[in-house]
C-alpha cells in the first residue's frame, strides 16, 4: 500500500490542503500549517443542541478556506488528510470501537445534483475506512431550506423544522450511530438530524465535525 502511494506520488505530488505546499505521501499537512491549525483548540460547548460532538478544528484562517474550497470548488481530494486526523479525535473522545454505523447530513437531493456530490458523506465514507465501522445512509433532506449560516439564530430552528426524516427505523433501532457534518455553528443541523434520528429508537447517537465555530458565535451555544 505503501508503495502504491509513493508511486501515485511520483505523479501526482500530494500537497497540503491548508496551503498547497508539497508535502510527503505519508504527510497529512506540512508541518507549519499543521502546528498552526492544532494549536487552537475546537470548543463545543453547546454540543449539537445537547447532542455530544466532537471537532477537531476551529473554522477561521486556513481551516476555514480549505472547507470553502472542499464544499465550492471541488477540492474533494483532501478529505483523506482531513478525515485522518478527525478520526484520530473520535477515538480519543469517544473511544475505540464506540459506534456500529456512520452516517452524514443529507443534502437535499437537487442540491446534491448542483454540486455533484455531499461533502458531508464524503467526509463520512472516509471515517468509515479509517475507523472501520460501516456507513449507511440513514436520512433524507425531503425539502430545500435556507442557507443556515445566512440566518439569524432564532430563525436557523424554525428553519430546518421537519426538513429531515428517516430512511429506514428498523436499521437504527438499538444502533450506536455517529452523525458527520462538515462544520458546527449553532449545532441545529446536527441536533436536528439527531432528534429526527432519535425516534428511531437507536442505542446512543453522537456527533463529528470537522470544524467548530462555536468561539466565533458565542451566542451559538444556548440552547
Ligand atoms: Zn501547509
Known amino acids: 500500500m505503501e508503495f502504491i502511494r509513493t508511486l501515485t506520488a511520483l505523479f501526482f505530488p500530494e500537497r497540503c490542503p491548508y496551503c498547497g505546499d508539497l508535502i510527503e505521501p505519508c ?18 460547548r453547546g454540543g449539537a443542541r445537547g447532542y455530544r460532538c466532537v471537532s477537531s478544528f476551529v473554522y477561521d484562517g486556513k481551516v476555514r478556506r480549505m472547507l470553502l ?76 431550506t ?3 449560516h445566512k440566518l439569524k439564530y432564532t430563525e436557523r430552528k424554525t428553519n430546518l423544522s421537519g426538513a429531515f426524516q428517516v430512511l429506514d427505523k428498523e436499521s437504527i433501532k438499538g444502533q450506536r450511530l455517529l452523525i458527520i457534518d462538515d462544520i458546527i455553528t449553532s449545532g441545529y443541523t446536527l441536533g436536528t438530524c439527531c432528534k429526527a434520528l432519535s425516534r428511531a429508537k437507536p442505542e446512543i447517537i453522537c456527533c463529528a465535525a470537522v470544524a467548530s ?8 451555544t444556548v440552547i
Open 146 to 148: 435556507k442557507k443556515q
Open 213 to 220: 465555530a462555536q468561539d466565533k458565535y458565542p451566542e451559538a
Open 69 to 144: 474550497r472542499l464544499k465550492y470548488r471541488d477540492r474533494t481530494q483532501f478529505v483523506p488528510q482531513i478525515t485522518e486526523i478527525l478520526a484520530a479525535d473520535i477515538r480519543k473522545v469517544y473511544g475505540e470501537n464506540a459506534f456500529d454505523m456512520i452516517t452524514c447530513v443529507p443534502m437535499f437531493h437537487k442540491d446534491k445534483i448542483d454540486r455533484a456530490y455531499n461533502q458531508s458523506e464524503l467526509l463520512a465514507k472516509s471515517l468509515s475506512k479509517l475507523l472501520d465501522i460501516p456507513y449507511r445512509d440513514t436520512l433524507i433532506k425531503v425539502r430545500k
Open 27 to 44: 504527510e497529512i499537512a506540512c508541518r507549519k500549517c499543521y502546528d498552526e491549525i492544532r494549536s487552537k483548540h475546537a470548543s463545543i
